[in-house]
């Protein structure tokens, strides 16, 4: 037998199974050889969709996927919030989408903030949905959106508004969805389900399913799928990972991630301000005088109090 190697994107992780499509669109499902490791953490599925693999075919249909290609980027989260072991979400992303909502459920900003902070730190660029805003009908509501949405876009991210029950907001998203590989997360209820379902005709996803909540605990494999848009550009669904806000920061980059923060930052008397307790600190006269959000600073400053006494992460 000659060793005939091919090359594939991994389009769905199992847990146990890796399916990786060929350059003609075969599906392959793949297993990992057990000397694949990754360097530098402890991992508990060294493959995630949206990387390209090598495989081995086998006698019986299946392959051994036998070297992952330098990925662009990835993202990873611990797979339980006390354990050192990590897990690939997915990689090789154009943009990580943070599906959130402002009632049913309220989605709250330290999570938002965790998400878009951590995406920078992966260098992902970061698109946040504002969905199910049909339900935004009050005076106070709208306020409320108009200031949400404000607050991101003036730091830079971009905001689509979106309803899945109206259709408002759904081209717009289409568009900035368009030729690109995103990650779509949020908390379970803000409809995910619902807006893959309008974007990938056929997606057919279930909707309102309650039945995530056993996938949110410890120990919980990571199930993901790559979807194709129609007009070119893939979802990469991730059913019971709501976020990734939980690696660790060193202290002294969190604002780094916090691109207000970092800006003001420059003209604090000490380079290496903290912005929690030094005298002459530009970021806390800032939120003092309401030029950075009150909520983006209490997010800030709950990443740097997460784990003090943790040592110097280490570049994954
Ligand atoms: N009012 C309203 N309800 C929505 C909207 N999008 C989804 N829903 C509902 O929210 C619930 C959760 O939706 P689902 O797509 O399963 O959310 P997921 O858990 O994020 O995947 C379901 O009952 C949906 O019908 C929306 O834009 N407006
Ligand atoms: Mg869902
Ligand atoms: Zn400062």
């Given at each position: 037998?000659?060793?005939?190697g ?8 199992t847990?146990?199974?890796y399916?990786?499509r060929g350059d ?11 000397n ?12 995630a969709v949206g990387?390209v ?5 086998r ?5 051994w ?9 990835y ?27 402002l ?13 878009l ?6 260098r992902?660029?970061a698109?946040?949905v504002?969905?199910?805003?049909d ?5 106070d ?48 209820g ?14 057919d ?5 309650v039945?995530?909540?056993h996938h949110t ?6 199930f993901?799928?790559?979807l194709?848009?129609?007009?070119g550009?893939?979802?990469i669904?991730t ?17 780094h991630?916090f691109p ?18 030094e005298p002459?600190?530009?970021?806390v ?15 800030y400053?709950s990443?740097i109090?997460d784990?003090?006494n943790?040592?110097?992460r280490?570049?994954?």
């Amino acid at each position: 037998m000659y060793f005939c190697g091919m090359k594939g994107l991994v389009v769905k992780n199992t847990g146990s199974w890796y399916v990786a499509r060929g350059d003609d669109g075969t599906l392959t499902q793949c297993k990992i050889k057990g000397n694949l490791r990754l360097k530098g953490f402890r991992c508990t599925n060294p493959v995630a969709v949206g990387d390209v693999v090598d495989f081995e075919p086998r006698p019986d249909g299946t392959a051994w996927i036998t070297a992952i290609a330098a990925r662009r980027n990835y993202i990873i989260r611990r797979a339980s919030n006390l354990s050192k072991e990590f897990q690939i979400i997915a990689s090789n992303l154009d943009q990580a989408v943070l599906v959130v909502t402002l009632s049913h459920p309220v989605t709250n900003t330290t999570f938002i903030d965790r998400f878009l902070a951590t995406a920078m730190a992966y260098r992902v660029p970061a698109l946040l949905v504002i969905n199910k805003v049909d339900l935004l009908t009050e005076d106070d509501d709208l306020a409320l959106l108009d200031a949400v949405a404000g607050l991101y876009e003036h730091i830079g991210y971009p905001v689509v508004r979106t309803s899945t029950l109206t259709g408002e907001g759904i081209e717009t998203l289409r568009s900035s969805l368009a030729y690109k590989t995103s990650l779509f997360s949020g908390n379970s209820g803000v409809g995910k389900s619902s807006l893959i379902n309008l974007l990938v005709p056929g997606a057919d996803l279930r909707v309102g399913d309650v039945s995530e909540a056993h996938h949110t605990g410890m120990h919980t494999t990571t199930f993901s799928e790559l979807l194709d848009l129609p007009g070119g550009g893939c979802l990469i669904d991730t059913p019971g990972v709501k976020g990734f806000g939980t690696i660790d920061f060193e202290k002294a980059e969190v604002a780094h991630y916090f691109p207000e923060i970092f800006e003001t930052g420059k003209s604090c008397r000490f380079d290496n301000c903290t912005h929690t307790h030094e005298p002459g600190c530009a970021v806390v006269d800032a939120v003092e005088r309401s030029l950075i959000s009150q909520s983006r600073y209490a997010s800030y400053l709950s990443i740097i109090e997460d784990d003090p006494n943790d040592k110097y992460r280490k570049p994954f």
